[in-house]
C-alpha cells in the first residue's frame, strides 16, 4: 500500500530524551515504564515499552528515542501510556530502539 506525502506528516514523531525508567512487573508481558521529554513545545510524556531483552531501567535514563507523540493516549495496565517510543527487531524479534546517531534538540520533528 502507498500513501501519499500528506498522510505522513499525519504522524508527528519526535526526539526525546529518556528521563526516567521504571520496571513494569504489573505488565503481561515484561516492560519498563518510561518518562521521555520531548522539550519545551510538547513536553514530558509517558509510556511503557517492552524493552526487558537489550536494555535495562538504569541504563535507559538518558538515551535519545524517537516516539509518536499524536496518538491518543491508551490504558495499558496501570500506566497511561502517552507516546509510543519506537524500536524495530533484532533477530529474535526484540526491541532496539530508534535514535539519531548524533545529539539534536529534543523535540525536533522527523521529516
Not at 65 to 83: A, D, H, L, T, W
Request: net charge neutral.
Amino acid at each position: 500500500m502507498t500513501i501519499s506525502y500528506d498522510d505522513f506528516q499525519k504522524v508527528d514523531i519526535r526526539l526525546g530524551r529518556i528521563t526516567r525508567a521504571e520496571p513494569f512487573p504489573e505488565a503481561r508481558k515484561p516492560a519498563i515504564k518510561l518518562w521521555v521529554d520531548f522539550g519545551p513545545e510538547i513536553g514530558e510524556k509517558r509510556s511503557s515499552a517492552q524493552l526487558t531483552r537489550h536494555y535495562t531501567p538504569e541504563g535507559l535514563v538518558g538515551r535519545l528515542v524517537m516516539g509518536v507523540v499524536n496518538f491518543p493516549p491508551r490504558q495499558i495496565g496501570k500506566v497511561m501510556s502517552e507516546v509510543l517510543v519506537l524500536g524495530v527487531p533484532d533477530a529474535e524479534g526484540e526491541v532496539v530502539l530508534l535514535a539519531p546517531d548524533r545529539d539534536v534538540p529534543l523535540g525536533g520533528r522527523m521529516f
